[in-house]
């Protein structure tokens, strides 16, 4: 008998990416807007694209040097190093935080939150309908 998965092994990256809509709330003003998110499984780091955050008006602040960070491709980034952060308010499905994240430039996305986050928060993630739901909230987030 023929042994069929109903996975296609050949799309391994469709097993670690999902996109959902957050809410995020600059801090300066406290206005708010939603933005498709990229969670990526295979992403190291939290990223906001700096074209994305000068947008919609997040204030960036510098740090201290440049840091070059690999691209979700495994190059690395060149167009522009990090030298920028943002801080903000998330809100996603009765869960929020205040973070900071790095701004990069050059990317297709506006922002990926990556494995830091995805294992914090260790989310139940249905990959075939491409639903989450934080059901293991940190006691501080003041999820309801």
């Given at each position: 008998?023929?042994?069929?998965?109903?996975?296609?092994?050949?799309?391994?990256?469709?097993?670690?990416?999902?996109?959902?809509?957050?809410?995020?709330?600059?801090?300066?003003?406290?206005?708010?807007?939603?933005?498709e998110v990229l969670l990526?499984?295979s992403a190291m780091d939290l990223v906001m694209?700096?074209?994305?955050?000068?947008?919609?008006?997040?204030?960036?602040?510098?740090?201290?040097?440049?840091?070059?960070?690999?691209?979700?491709?495994?190059?690395?980034?060149?167009?522009?190093?990090?030298?920028?952060?943002?801080?903000?308010?998330?809100?996603?499905?009765?869960?929020?935080?205040?973070?900071?994240?790095?701004?990069?430039?050059?990317?297709?996305?506006?922002?990926?939150?990556?494995?830091?986050?995805?294992?914090?928060?260790?989310?139940?993630?249905?990959?075939?309908?491409?639903?989450?739901?934080?059901?293991?909230?940190?006691?501080?987030?003041?999820?309801?």
């Amino acid at each position: 008998m023929e042994n069929i998965s109903c996975c296609n092994l050949n799309n391994r990256d469709m097993l670690r990416k999902v996109i959902v809509k957050i809410r995020l709330e600059r801090i300066n003003t406290q206005k708010g807007v939603t933005v498709e998110v990229l969670l990526d499984g295979s992403a190291m780091d939290l990223v906001m694209s700096l074209e994305f955050a000068r947008k919609q008006g997040f204030k960036l602040k510098k740090v201290e040097g440049s840091i070059y960070m690999r691209n979700i491709d495994g190059s690395f980034n060149k167009k522009e190093p990090i030298e920028h952060t943002v801080e903000f308010n998330i809100y996603y499905q009765g869960h929020r935080e205040r973070t900071k994240i790095n701004v990069i430039g050059g990317q297709k996305e506006s922002m990926i939150l990556g494995i830091p986050w995805l294992a914090c928060y260790n989310l139940e993630i249905n990959w075939r309908i491409e639903e989450v739901k934080m059901m293991r909230c940190l006691e501080e987030c003041g999820k309801q």
